[in-house]
């Protein structure tokens, strides 16, 4: 593909790819707003699960936020129920964040919500072209990590 059809494509991208994520994100922000979860907790909720837990930096990474933000957060969280602080056995200077029940619920809930968005959003397309979006979506995955790992 020339420059002028590279250029072409990346408008039609930009132009099409915010839509249909306002759609996806259309329904997961009305499960989050009947769970009331934000989405900063949402993430801080699949970091822990990715991991089994995190400190605090680590936290404050993921969102790309300060620790005061990430700990005003996390406060919440407790509050809520979804998370709770655990020192480290290792070195008590370390506070490691830890999911609860109710945070797992709340992860399955949102999991489900974005399985089934994903899937209304796709039936529209045959089992072939699903395979090749997946692959496309896998390749352009693994080019961006590859470019982050440089």
Request: charged fraction near 30%.
């Amino acid at each position: 593909m020339n420059s002028e059809g590279s250029l072409s494509f990346a408008k039609e991208v930009t132009t099409l790819m915010p839509l249909i994520l306002r759609r996806a994100f259309k329904t997961q922000i009305h499960a989050l707003s009947k769970l009331n979860i934000t989405l900063p907790q949402v993430i801080i909720l699949e970091a822990i699960a990715e991991k089994g837990s995190c400190n605090m930096g680590e936290l404050a990474t993921v969102l790309e936020l300060s620790m005061g933000s990430v700990t005003g957060i996390v406060d919440k969280m407790i509050e809520q129920g979804f998370v709770k602080r655990e020192r480290s056995v290792e070195d008590r200077r370390i506070v490691h964040v830890v999911c609860l029940e109710k945070g797992r619920k709340a992860l399955d809930v949102i999991g489900n919500t974005r399985v089934n968005a994903v899937s209304g959003m796709f039936e529209i397309l045959d089992n072939a072209e699903k395979k090749e979006y997946l692959r496309i979506l896998k390749k352009i995955y693994e080019g961006i990590r590859i470019k982050n790992e440089l």
